[in-house]
């Protein structure tokens, strides 16, 4: 029997050490009594079993005589002599400190670190495991600022942890070192750094933390790292405790940082501390933040803050260089929508266009010519960009003659016989500009309007006596009454588009109305500015039918007219100008002259921004503005009403006696936002539907009636461009219409950028097509 027992022993032994050998466990000191003690520090007890060859450490539990705590059973005396030392010195603290009783799941965590991290100290275990109490023991009190194999101190390893109380226990109660660096340099700032809240670096600083402003091995400071990883709570803390934002590392500054690894924040927070950060430069390559920016969110950050757009480093590259060389489109688009000169000649003599051709990058292509880059500028070679074409592009033909189309137009300035700008002609003959609606198609607009001011040499707004417009052309006709510049407005409309159509349909209508008040000025009233006049359409919706109503800076023609249908309604005056809104409102009834009357008096009231805005309230886009809609409902091509509303304007000039004031209408000029092609379309039928699949072919019938209603109520080409010029015809008027031929149908709220610029290359394509046509119009319109 007792051999049977011994058996029974050795196999539990055994089976015993297969398991985890370094398991915590409890176990009777009884089951020693027959082995050979080896070892004995402080509580800890090396037992040897000889029948089966295997290593006890066994740690004595006082307030249990008859118990003690296994550390470990292992089959190898080496791995038994090594690891009972370290256990007797490392442990002590915590069997000591700890509150009985002591068990096995108090002791595992500890003995894990123990093995996992030899190189560590009871200071570094506690820290790890977060056992604060123990960091009083007088033996890790003397190890508080010991390294570990990483030069890591038991404070480093805290601040990597997160651990706010115990970085507190370790700064008051230890006193330990804020300036003690690892291998790579690192302080415990610099750890500090690196996390997500902010609470450890406020208890650093509290401490008047010596390394705050501390390189590491790599260059950076806390506050450099703290920018790398984007910890953008952190680098406020850092800022609101001491760090400094212009200490120099290796990536430059930490706004440099920043921007590299595209941390919005933390660019945001170092400018809101040092707005001296934005022009910069890194002490290697001279460049600002901009250069070092990859996105266009980090570029709009800096533009935002008026940042120098076209500042050129010490390798004289401008950051639109750096962006064109590295393919980052939709940047180097942020940058040409905020004032970025394509022309500006970098290393070598290179434009951006000479960089873009060489990579035979075609979007980077398109934009840059889109926005006037100069096809035949000349590098320090003598290359030109079509010449670099000819070697490396693989669409080289549709290059050339893109190239020649942009080189065509921009030389319109000097082949108009060296006209230059002044003052605006004076003319017997009146002029009229008539804009299309489109949404943010009217860049097309914009792109014609900058090829006829180079072809004539003047500003827009010199050129016409007349301005009509819709929608997003009676933005822009304000804009242009306004004193806005064509690239200026191109500009804009890019940087609007992310503003305005944000979210889905309908868009809040705040957005639209703030930057309208931001560029028209928010009192500004349309009487403000008087040449050249401007009409803008709009639909009053408060009536059934809808009526078409004019914004004007103008006093209407005042004459006598039967109203178009017959109302047993009432309606408030057709707006309220400044000063009503505290005041009952008169309502009157459809009879002519108190309408007319209080129309007067509104008109010479109306700010501008309110006029964009109601001409510009498309259905299901944007809300009305109070009673009016966009005047793309009824007149999407404003030039027949604005040729009636002028011949109604000379008609009363003449019933006046002011026949010396009348000028006759002799050149209009309609431009549209672009054609989409025809598409084929299988059904408009719409019937009573007896079976389900005649319901399918129903409801396909009235998806593709209803869009076809609609687009041929807002047509402004087809009829309505035939009936205009057999008008002009009639009436011996020089009409010209222009309005490119789209390859796809691009959206009123289109944001794509690589969609827009196609859009705007098949625009200048479509001009060079015409260039006969831009030069005799330009002729005609600087002839008095």
Excluded at 304 to 320: A, F, I, Q
Excluded at 630 to 641: C, F, I, K, V
Aim: aromatic share 6%; charged share 25%.
């Amino acid at each position: 029997m007792q051999f049977l027992g011994r058996i029974l022993d050795t196999v539990s032994s055994v089976s015993s050490l297969f398991s985890n050998p370094y398991r915590v466990r409890d176990v009777p000191l009884s089951e020693y009594g027959s082995w050979v003690r080896l070892k004995r520090e402080g509580q800890l007890l090396l037992y040897r079993n000889m029948s089966c060859q295997s290593w006890d450490c066994v740690l004595l539990v006082p307030d249990s005589p008859s118990m003690a705590l296994r550390l470990f059973q292992v089959a190898s005396e080496a791995d038994a002599m090594n690891w009972f030392p370290q256990y007797a010195l490392k442990l002590r603290p915590f069997y000591e400190t700890l509150r009985p009783p002591l068990k096995p799941e108090t002791l595992q965590p500890i003995v894990d670190c123990l093995r996992n991290h030899p190189d560590w100290s009871s200071a570094h275990i506690s820290v790890d495991i977060g056992l604060r109490d123990c960091l009083k023991h007088n033996y890790i009190l003397g190890q508080i600022n010991a390294r570990d194999s990483q030069g890591q101190t038991p404070l480093h390893l805290a601040c990597e942890r997160s651990d706010v109380g115990c970085v507190r226990e370790l700064l008051e109660e230890c006193q330990a070192r804020t300036d003690i660096k690892d291998k790579t340099g690192n302080t415990p700032m610099h750890c500090a750094a690196k996390q997500d809240s902010a609470a450890i670096v406020e208890v650093l600083c509290s401490q008047l933390c010596a390394g705050i402003n501390e390189l590491n091995v790599a260059g950076e400071t806390p506050l450099h790292v703290a920018c790398r990883l984007g910890k953008a709570e952190s680098a406020v803390a850092l800022i609101g405790g001491g760090a400094f934002c212009d200490v120099v590392g290796g990536n430059g500054y930490p706004i440099h940082t920043a921007m590299k690894y595209s941390q919005r924040s933390c660019a945001e927070a170092v400018l809101a501390a040092d707005p001296g950060q934005l022009q910069t430069e890194d002490p290697v390559y001279g460049g600002t933040p901009l250069h070092w920016a990859k996105t266009a969110e980090m570029a709009r950050v800096l533009l935002d803050r008026d940042c120098n757009v076209n500042y050129l480093s010490k390798t004289g590259e401008s950051p639109l260089h750096i962006l064109t060389k590295r393919g980052r489109f939709e940047a180097a688009m942020t940058l040409l929508t905020h004032g970025a000169n394509p022309n500006v000649k970098g290393e070598g003599g290179n434009t951006a266009l000479h960089l873009a051709m060489k990579s035979d990058n075609m979007d980077l292509i398109k934009v840059l010519m889109v926005f006037g880059a100069d096809v035949e500028a000349h590098n320090d070679l003598g290359e030109t960009p079509g010449l670099i074409a000819a070697r490396t592009s693989k669409g080289f033909d549709d290059l050339i003659h893109a190239a020649a189309a942009i080189s065509a137009i921009s030389r319109g300035v000097v082949e108009a016989d060296g006209r230059k700008a002044g003052n605006r002609i004076v003319s017997r003959t009146d002029r009229l500009l008539c804009l299309d609606g489109g949404g943010i198609k009217g860049l097309v607009l914009i792109q014609m309007l900058i090829a006829l001011e180079k072809e004539a040499g003047r500003p827009v707004r010199e050129l016409f006596d007349w301005v009509a417009g819709t929608s997003t052309g009676g933005i822009l006709a304000l804009a242009i009454v306004h004193g806005k510049s064509m690239e200026y407005l191109r500009c804009l409309y890019f940087r609007m588009k992310e503003k305005v159509f944000k979210g889905s349909r309908p868009y809040e209508s705040a957005p639209l109305e703030d930057f309208l008040k931001q560029e028209f000025g928010e009192d500004t009233k349309m009487t403000d500015i008087q040449h050249p006049k401007v009409m803008v359409t709009s639909v009053l919706a408060d009536r059934h039918p809808g009526e078409l109503h004019l914004f004007r800076n103008y006093d209407p023609p005042d004459l006598p007219r039967d109203p178009p249908y017959a109302s047993t309604a009432t309606f408030q005056p057709l707006t309220i100008p400044k000063g009503w809104e505290d005041e009952d409102v008169l309502i009157v009834g459809y009879t002519q002259e108190p309408l007319k009357k209080r129309r007067k008096v509104a008109d010479e009231e109306q700010p501008m921004w309110r006029a964009a805005r109601s001409s510009g309230a498309a259905p299901t886009y944007f809300r009305p503005m109070g009673r009016f809609l966009d005047g793309g409902l009824l007149a999407n091509n404003p030039t027949l009403d604005a040729m009636t509303e002028i011949h109604q304007y000379n008609k009363a000039l003449k019933a006046q006696g002011r026949d010396s004031e009348v000028n006759r209408l002799g050149v209009v000029v309609s431009l549209g936002t672009g054609k989409p092609p025809q598409v084929v379309v299988n059904s408009v039928d719409v019937f009573r539907p007896s079976n389900p699949l005649e319901l399918a072919k129903s409801f396909v019938g009235v998806k593709e009636l209803g869009k076809m209603l609609v687009d041929c109520c807002t047509d402004s080409d087809g009829c309505a461009v035939d009936r205009a010029r057999a008008w002009c015809e009639m009436t011996d008027i020089i009409y010209h219409r222009m309005s490119p031929q789209l390859s796809t149908e691009v959206l009123l709220d289109e944001v794509n950028d690589a969609a827009l610029v196609d859009m705007l290359w098949e625009t200048q394509m479509y001009l060079y097509e015409n260039r006969e046509a831009l030069q005799r119009l330009s002729q005609q319109l600087l002839q008095p």
